[in-house]
């Protein structure tokens, strides 16, 4: 099992949306996520925007391409993709870089 750590940066004037959404992630959206293999998933959310997300999963790569086929992802990132910084165009899912992790406490 793949441990996943990333980094986003929520802008600070959405941050109470963004919380608000996130207590009530549609059911389909969540059900796409446990099909397509993500398990743990954690969102953590600092007063300065900082998000960290985790998650585990069997493959991380095939987890994303299981999200990115699907309806619903596509419409929970054009919703999402406004809340964050530094997006450059990418979608909110595109731009979550993997953490390299350097210690694990079993």
Excluded: I
Excluded at 25 to 31: F, I, R, T
Excluded at 36 to 55: C, I, K, P, Q, T
Excluded at 68 to 94: I, K
């Amino acid at each position: 099992m793949q441990r996943v750590c990333f980094l986003l940066k929520v802008r600070t004037d959405r941050l109470a949306e963004y919380r608000a959404r996130h207590a009530a992630v549609w059911p389909e959206m969540l059900d796409a996520l446990k099909a397509a293999g993500w398990h743990n998933y954690s969102l953590f959310l600092r007063e300065d925007g900082l998000l960290v997300g985790y998650l585990e999963t069997e493959d991380f790569a095939a987890a994303q391409a299981g999200m990115a086929a699907t309806e619903v992802n596509a419409r929970w990132q054009r919703e999402m993709a406004p809340f964050f910084e530094s997006l450059d165009g990418t979608r909110p899912d595109e731009a979550m870089r993997p953490l390299t992790e350097v210690f694990h406490l079993a």
